[in-house]
């Protein structure tokens, strides 16, 4: 049985990222850059006021001058008809672009003008106390250039990034695909979440949490339905869930005479990378790869049935492959850890590294987590106050309070 580690080793050598394709930018959000984007402007495109205000020459304030000649009133969007020379000035808006001559702006509130005034033929300018050269303007690239390098390959376009990527004139971006995922919650007993079980029934709560965290990493998923614990019905709907990107089945993946899994994946040409992670919940984890003749790979988890350890292996192993899949693989694989310590002694069972639900605290020390009442891999309740997982090695099973550990945030 291999280790966590070797698990996280045994992904980022076989997974491989999807092609390149074209999107709109109104549908990039998600998606991780397959080329550097360049800026097309510079920004700002030219000196501006950052001020209501009366362009100046600075030289003018200097000497003392208080009365302008009022040449004209540039509005943002206009651009000036005159020059401003020694004596004059041009009423500005906020985000119109200086006119010739001008270096500097007074604000509105230092002259003999309200912001709703006509503009006069003469003003009569204040000098704040701090004016220097340049003042109130914000000079043509200040922010960046033409030919700038605004984001580098591999970057992951978040909401935050848009408005950015629309300044500079990335209507079209170059994304990874988005990955095509299929689900296969599998096993005799369940039932859609739509009916009430009735005698050893139980819902299918793993088909729709894998398919919300799928979506949740930009894959669009497939829901294959229910899979029952009989070779023939497997195979077929199995054989259909590998013809995507990826497949992701629960249950029937340990040793158990209805775990079947295995031998089915197998027979469609699954080839097993590895079977069984030493991990607790979720050890009985599969992962193997198909190839087909014309078309991309496809990569398939078989995650163990309990909900908690179907979390645990997205959490870890998938979000792993995910990351790779999409083009994130230049930057951080595996799932975050952050330095925290135990806000409470605590005792873990076993000879397995353990992945326990739990939440930070509202605590002064905020590296301090909380591990939650947790009565192990079938109970989904924890995770409703639930915020990442904490690692306990195996090596230790006594904590005590205060002790470091590793927080893995959700
Ligand atoms: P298995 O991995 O098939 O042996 O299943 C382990 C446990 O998880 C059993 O108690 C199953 O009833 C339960 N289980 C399997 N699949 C699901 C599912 N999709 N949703 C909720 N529980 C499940
Ligand atoms: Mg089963």
């Known amino acids: 049985m291999i280790s966590v580690e070797q698990a996280f080793a045994a992904i980022e050598s076989t997974v491989t990222p999807l092609n390149g394709q074209t999107v709109t930018l109104s549908a990039a959000v998600g998606r991780v850059l397959t080329e550097e984007v360049r800026s097309d402007v510079d920004s700002p495109p030219h000196d501006k006021s950052v001020m209501d205000g009366f362009a100046v020459r600075a030289t003018d304030i200097a000497a003392g001058v208080t009365e302008f000649r009022v040449l004209e009133t540039i509005i943002a969007g206009a651009v ?65 250039a ?20 629309a300044e500079i004139g990335a209507a079209d971006v170059n994304v990874c695909a988005q990955p ?46 229910i899979g029952i614990d009989q070779v023939d019905e497997l195979k077929q709907k199995i054989a259909q869930g590998i013809e995507h990107d990826m497949l992701i089945l629960s249950g029937g993946v340990s040793a158990g005479t209805m775990d079947l899994v295995p031998k089915v994946l197998s027979g469609l040409g699954v080839k097993t990378v590895f079977h069984k992670v030493k991990v607790k919940p979720g050890k009985p984890i599969f992962f193997g790869v198909v190839e087909h003749p014309n078309r991309r790979r496809c990569y398939v988890f078989g995650l163990p049935g309990n909900p908690v350890s179907s979390l645990i292996g997205m959490h870890l192993f998938v979000s792993t492959a995910m990351r790779i899949l999409t083009g994130n693989g230049k930057n ?38 909380e591990p939650l009442r947790w009565n192990g891999s079938s109970d989904l309740l924890s995770l409703r106050e639930a915020e990442g997982l904490i690692h306990f090695p195996a090596r230790q099973s006594k904590y005590k309070s205060g002790e470091p550990v590793e927080f893995l945030p959700f």
């Open 80 to 144: 000036a008809t005159s020059e401003v020379t020694p004596g004059t000035t041009a009423r500005i808006m906020t985000g119109a672009p200086l006119p010739p001559g001008a270096d500097s702006v007074v604000m509105i509130e230092m002259s003999n003008l309200g912001y709703t005034d006509p503009t006069p033929e003469t003003v009569t300018l204040r000098v704040e106390a701090e004016f220097t050269p340049g003042k109130h303007r914000m000079v043509r690239a200040g922010n960046f």
């Open 146 to 165: 033409k030919g700038d390098l605004i984001f580098a390959t591999h970057h992951l376009i978040r909401p935050v990034d848009i408005g950015l990527l």
């Open 180 to 225: 095509s995922i299929a689900v296969l919650p599998t096993g005799d007993e369940l039932v859609d979440c739509a009916q009430l079980p009735s005698g050893a029934q139980i819902r299918n709560s793993n088909g729709p949490m894998i398919e919300a965290i799928a979506n949740r990493w930009g894959a669009a998923t497939h829901n294959l339905g």
């Open 332 to 369: 951080r694989l595996r799932p975050q850890r952050w330095g925290a310590v135990l806000k409470s002694e605590h005792q873990t069972r076993g000879d397995r590294p353990t992945y326990w639900p739990a939440r930070r605290c509202d605590c002064n020390d905020p590296r301090t987590v």
